[in-house]
């Protein structure tokens, strides 16, 4: 199997869900390899060529893929969720370029998983406080977390009201 071109992409919009779990979601909002999907992250996965492979299996938090000429094994945090919307033999399609496995449904729309390369040291879970921010803050956090989406009314007009 090949990256398709835009003849494969669902109709929907970027990290839009076959369904949604009934499983309690990981305390984390790390925007990092393997922790959640920043929807800039999923938009431009979408919008870019993706690989098809095969769904091989997962073990703990690793995801084995075959794709036709390799086999690639990615972490993820919440493989409990891949496992609601796919199953062993299971077509995904891997952008390897912006981390992601989307899982694709009969209804057209994609569950989009954010993925780390399995060998690469694994950062654990875990969440940052929100509350007021100033703009230093949201520099700290999109350094030492990968990115951050907070509701607009957090959103400092200026330093200078801190």
């Not at 090949?2 to 979601?25: V, Y």
């Not at 493989?79 to 796919?86: C, S, T, W």
Request: include cysteine; charge should be negative; charged fraction near 25%.
């Amino acid at each position: 199997m090949t990256a398709r071109d835009g003849s494969d992409r669902a109709k929907g919009s970027p990290g839009s869900q076959t369904g949604r779990s009934r499983r309690a979601q990981p305390e984390c909002d790390l925007y990092i390899p393997g922790h959640m999907v920043h929807w800039i992250q999923a938009r431009l996965a979408w919008e870019h060529p993706r690989e098809w492979a095969v769904l091989e299996g997962v073990q703990g938090q690793v995801i084995t893929v075959r794709f036709s000429d390799r086999i690639a094994r990615y972490r993820n945090h919440q493989v409990e969720a891949l496992l609601d919307v796919a199953e062993r033999g299971s077509s995904v399609l891997v952008s390897a370029r912006y981390g992601t496995l989307s899982v694709p449904s009969d209804h057209g729309s994609l569950r989009c998983f954010c993925i780390a390369d399995a060998d690469e040291p694994w950062r654990a879970c875990s969440v940052a406080p929100m509350g007021p921010v100033s703009c230093q803050d949201l520099i700290d956090r999109l350094e030492d977390r990968g990115g951050f989406s907070i509701p607009g009314a957090l959103l400092p007009l200026s330093d200078d009201a801190a």
